[in-house]
């Protein structure tokens, strides 16, 4: 279906309503006729953008002609297009999907599930939001929690407050969280205490941040950077972590939520700024939308605007600014994205929700003219006994602001109102030669927004000051000495430097005794006895007891994809000294470079991704399943060898399933490259224990088979284990159709549609489509010209019944790709 549309329409806005910086132009893009209300926008190509609507539907316009891509889906809230492998990614309700076209005319033919590993049940307001991506191509996305509970179930953590509505719900499995996946299939929870966080964004360092409503235990709107592991205020989301159960969280109370969650780096007050804020994005576009490099944007979906954004790191936590950019949008955006001309597009919509801007649905975008420079707060820095407020342009003297702050109550009510609000006092100001930078010495306080809210004034050069108010959250004060420290890598996505101590450790989990969880060693299993080891060094007076020694221990045998099993022990020692790193540390070099860590991790606290069970300086373990020094222990590993391309270029990075004591800890795990090294393309390699310093590591029952199937072992190798509920493997999704019609079309959840199973769904479209009665169906009542022409075998210009029911046996005949006479997962 093509549209041809007027590329362009400019619309002006209501002067009162409009407030748009110098040099900048909202633009509007008629969208496609019929019932469009944007939920999502991307860029595919130079001249390609894409949009997603709540009505399941994906649209591309390319040189001012709308096509339709996909629909169907359900309520897709964002999509991105990945160039790599060609597809749109979407975030429907119940599934994060990948849409491709692979035959070529413009409109998707596989309508794949790439994640649903995550809980939905039919209660309002779960949505899903997203993706957002890393340079690795891993997907992030972030889940609603429910309005209400369902049929009477879903924890409510109410805290006293009164009434019964009012308190959203975990309804199902991973709600209010954030989870990255890193492949088909793949499921990772990163965080938790998130209420709508309808906002997700990604920032050029691959940090993840997100926005959330206010409501109950969220007192305003706010922006959060978020860490694997932590905790960001609404406590029901709490029931994904294993630490916690619904007896212990409806036992607590706010005091001690707030003494485990995180606090916003930015509070966007409501009512003045922000709502309902939607997704930040970064200015990348290195000079082409302004002078905001290192910034980004956050569009609002209630009041209509946009926000610009800072942040600077205090003490190794993020806190900054916000200001408004501009005001008078069609509708309230949600989404945004900068093209490759660095045009700022956005996705608004306002069904169901009230907007500022008054319309259903609008696409506009904004542009610089590329010399104009509006006068504006460019940014607003913390300093020991004030702020420091840079402009854009020199003021045309000095002017000094109103300074507010106040804080917020923590608690389920909705909302907060500002409580200890006070008119500060500037106690000293001083002003650059340049007339671009102002000091102000003001009282501070943590935990508390500051407002600065600047008179009328005029630049040098004659500009009004559009956008007078500034809002700094103030966290954390300056250190009184700030030392320069050498950052560490960040690990992608996890917003965490390596090893870094704050990280939080994972939940401990009592391990199933040794016996429960001893592997049987296979037939077609190596046995690692003293023949397969290189280093004599390792040796002790038992045979088959290897005792960590002088040099890494090498098989003599290079391996590639394996099925590992190990046994180790720590050495129990009460020296004093022993403790952290050096108690029991060594390692399993995988393919001789890519480490999981072994040391004691019983009673013996250390940093998170340095842990028992962690991937190196990469990933901690899902759970902390270790047993005291002195105790046997097991490792039992299913690893996938890193895939290279002939240039070297990793192609699919390691990967591995592992389990510490019969216990879960990664996961299908991503290997980010091998222990302080990036990849390197290599072949088989030999099996690697280390050598480190500390007390004594002991190894035993060591056994490997080689080159498995590490695709088809990973279900049966996930539930190989009693202390894993052994369950049936769901079955896998069709991927032919798209996940809406599939759920449908197969009534019992088979993931298998017979030709009854189709005809018996389309069949009773014909009574409903017939407006006139006339047993017939015309071209304006079956509306797809294509499969009309087809379908009308006599040429009468009308579908017979019959010939209606021959179309959808034809649609049958062409989604059965293998001819099987059913459409199953087997139909690609």
Same mark, same amino acid.
């Given at each position: 279906m093509k549209i041809k549309l007027v590329t362009l329409l400019i619309m002006p806005m209501l002067a009162l309503f409009a407030a748009i910086p110098d040099g900048y132009k909202l633009e509007t893009i008629t969208l496609p006729k019929g019932a469009v209300s944007l939920l999502g926008v991307c860029q595919k190509d130079a001249d390609t953008m894409a949009i997603c609507t709540w009505e399941g539907e994906v649209w591309e316009y390319t040189n001012g002609t709308w096509t339709l891509f996909a629909e169907n889906l359900m309520e897709p809230n964002g999509i991105y297009y990945d160039?790599? %492998?060609?597809?749109?990614? +979407?975030?429907?309700?119940?599934? =994060?999907?990948? =849409? /491709? *076209?692979?035959?070529?005319? &413009?409109?998707a033919d596989i309508y794949e599930t790439y994640c649903a590993e995550f809980g939905i049940t039919r209660g309002y307001h779960e949505y899903h939001f997203g993706p957002v991506v890393d340079k690795l191509g891993r997907k992030y996305a972030s889940l609603n929690l429910s309005a209400t509970p369902i049929d009477g179930k879903g924890l409510v953590v109410r805290d006293g407050r009164p009434g019964k509505g009012g308190v959203m719900t975990y309804t199902a499995p991973y709600r209010g969280w954030v989870y990255r996946s890193d492949r088909q299939g793949h499921f990772h929870p990163i965080a938790s205490g998130f209420r709508s966080p309808c906002g997700i964004g990604m920032s050029p360092k691959d940090e993840i941040f997100v926005t959330d409503n206010q409501g109950d235990w969220m007192?305003?709107?706010?922006?959060f950077h978020v860490q694997e592991g932590k905790f960001y205020g609404h406590p029901g989301s709490l029931l994904g972590r294993p630490d916690f159960d619904e007896k212990k969280i409806l036992s607590m109370k706010a005091a001690d939520f707030e003494k485990i969650r995180t606090r916003p780096a930015i509070w966007l007050p409501?009512? /003045?700024?922000?709502?309902?804020? !939607?997704?930040? +994005?970064?200015?990348?576009?290195?000079?082409?939308? &302004?002078?905001?490099k290192d910034q980004f944007f956050i569009g609002d979906q209630s009041q209509s605007n946009l926000i610009r954004c800072g942040l600077e790191k205090v003490d190794g936590d993020y806190q900054g600014w916000c200001v408004e950019f501009l005001r008078g949008t069609q509708s309230g955006t949600v989404k945004m994205n900068f093209d490759a001309q660095g045009q700022l597009w956005t996705a608004q919509v306002g069904r169901g929700w009230k907007s500022a801007g008054g319309k259903r649905t609008a696409l506009q975008k904004v542009s610089w003219d590329g010399k104009t420079i509006p006068f504006e707060i460019y940014k607003v820095e913390l300093t020991q006994e004030g702020f420091r407020l840079t402009f854009t342009q020199p003021m045309s003297k000095k002017s000094l602001p109103s300074v507010k702050s106040w804080h917020y109550n923590y608690w389920a009510i909705y909302g907060s109102d500002r409580l200890d609000q006070k008119d500060l006092q500037i106690t000293s100001s001083s002003l650059s030669k340049d007339g671009k930078v102002l000091d102000i010495k003001v009282p501070l306080e943590t935990k508390k927004i500051y407002e600065l809210t600047f008179p009328e004034m005029t630049s040098a050069n004659g500009a009004k000051l559009l956008n007078r108010s500034a809002f700094y959250t103030l966290n954390k004060r300056l250190p009184k000495k700030i030392t320069k420290r050498?950052?560490?890598?960040?690990?992608? &996505?996890? !917003?965490?430097?390596?090893n870094d101590g704050r990280r939080p450790l994972p939940s401990i989990k009592t391990p199933k005794?040794?016996?429960e969880t001893q592997a049987k060693t296979p037939s077609k299993a190596i046995i690692l006895d003293q023949s397969q080891w290189t280093n004599p060094n390792w040796q002790t007076d038992k045979p088959g007891l290897w005792k960590r020694s002088k040099g890494?221990? %090498?098989?003599?045998?290079?391996?590639?994809?394996s099925r590992i099993h190990l046994e180790f022990m720590t050495e129990k020692t009460k020296d004093p000294k022993i403790t952290g790193q050096l108690y029991g540390n060594s390692g399993i070099f995988l393919m001789s470079g890519y480490e999981l860590q072994v040391m004691n991790s019983y /009673?013996? *606290?250390?940093?998170a991704d340095g842990m028992c069970g962690a991937i190196w300086g990469q990933q901690p373990p899902l759970v902390n399943a270790s047993r005291p020094p002195g105790e046997w222990q097991s490792y039992d590993i299913l690893m996938k060898a890193p895939i290279f391309s002939a240039d070297g270029e990793v192609l699919e990075p390691m990967r591995a399933t592992i389990f510490h004591n019969g216990e879960l800890i990664q996961n299908d795990t991503y290997f980010l490259g091998e222990v302080n090294k990036p990849?390197?393309?290599?072949?088989?390699?030999? =099996?690697?224990?280390?050598?480190?310093? !500390?007390?004594?590591?002991?190894?035993?029952?060591?056994?490997?088979?080689? %080159? +498995? %199937?590490? *695709?088809?072992?990973?279900?049966?190798?996930?539930?190989?284990?009693?202390?894993?509920?052994?369950r049936k493997a769901p079955p896998k999704p069709i991927s032919v159709i798209s996940r809406g019609m599939v759920g449908r079309i197969d009534t019992n959840s088979d993931e298998i549609i017979s030709e009854k199973d189709f005809i018996s769904f389309w069949a009773p479209m014909f009574d409903h489509d017939d407006k006139n009665k006339d047993n017939s169906l015309s071209p304006t009542e079956f509306p797809h010209p294509q499969a009309f022409k087809g379908g009308d075998t006599n040429k009468d210009n009308k579908l017979s019944r019959a010939e209606h029911k021959a179309i959808y046996s034809g649609q049958f005949r062409d989604l059965d790709k293998n001819k099987d006479g059913q459409i199953d997962h087997q139909d690609k």
């Open positions: 160039k790599k %492998d060609k597809s749109y990614y +979407v975030a429907q309700k119940p599934e =994060l999907t990948r =849409l /491709q *076209d692979t035959n070529g005319d &413009g409109k007192p305003d709107c706010a922006l409501r009512t /003045q700024i922000s709502n309902s804020p !939607g997704s930040p +994005v970064w200015d990348t576009t290195k000079g082409k939308f &302004g002078f905001f050498r950052a560490r890598p960040l690990i992608p &996505g996890s !917003g965490w430097e390596r005794s040794f016996a890494n221990l %090498d098989t003599k045998q290079a391996f590639g994809t /009673q013996n *606290d250390t940093n990849y390197k393309a290599h072949g088989k390699r030999p =099996l690697r224990i280390q050598d480190h310093k !500390g007390s004594n590591v002991f190894f035993r029952n060591m056994w490997i088979i080689p %080159d +498995v %199937d590490y *695709d088809k072992s990973l279900d049966a190798f996930r539930y190989s284990f009693q202390s894993v509920p052994k």
